[in-house]
């Protein structure tokens, strides 16, 4: 496959009914490697007629991969069996080095 982008290094796409995930495989200037995430979904515009793709995407970067790996085995594995995940997983250090699980997403906005 090749290189769409510059600094793409590998892209793979999976389809699940109407949505399409890509996993594309990035580097930094500095050669860091990180993951996007994309979902892409086909939507009709009935205004015009048309068809148009919503997208939503998520960046990982390698600083993270050990955190969000564990903590998305860890809700999976709650879908399949049940077992409630260790709170540990989600927690989040607060301003005075302790650990913060009450987090909202108007806390994450930059």
């Known amino acids: 496959m090749e ?4 600094n793409e290094i590998l892209s793979r796409a999976v389809r699940a009914g109407k949505r399409t995930y ?3 495989v990035k580097a930094t200037k500095s050669d860091e490697k990180y993951l996007t ?6 939507k009709f515009n009935a ?7 919503e ?3 998520l960046f990982l ?10 903590a998305l085995e860890a809700v999976l594995d709650f879908i399949e069996t049940g077992k409630i995940p260790a709170d540990e997983l ?3 250090p607060d301003t005075n080095n302790e650990i913060s699980k ?6 994450l906005e930059a």
Not at 37 to 42: A, D, G, M, P, Q
């Open 22 to 24: 890509f996993f594309d």
């Open 47 to 53: 205004d015009n007629g048309t068809f148009f793709y």
């Open 37 to 42: 995430i994309t979902e892409s979904k086909r």
């Open 61 to 70: 970067y390698k600083e993270d991969f050990s955190k969000f790996k564990n």
């Open 90 to 92: 989600f927690a989040m």
């Open 102 to 107: 009450d987090i909202s997403f108007e806390d």
């Open 3 to 6: 290189n769409v982008e510059k």
């Open 55 to 57: 997208k939503h995407k």
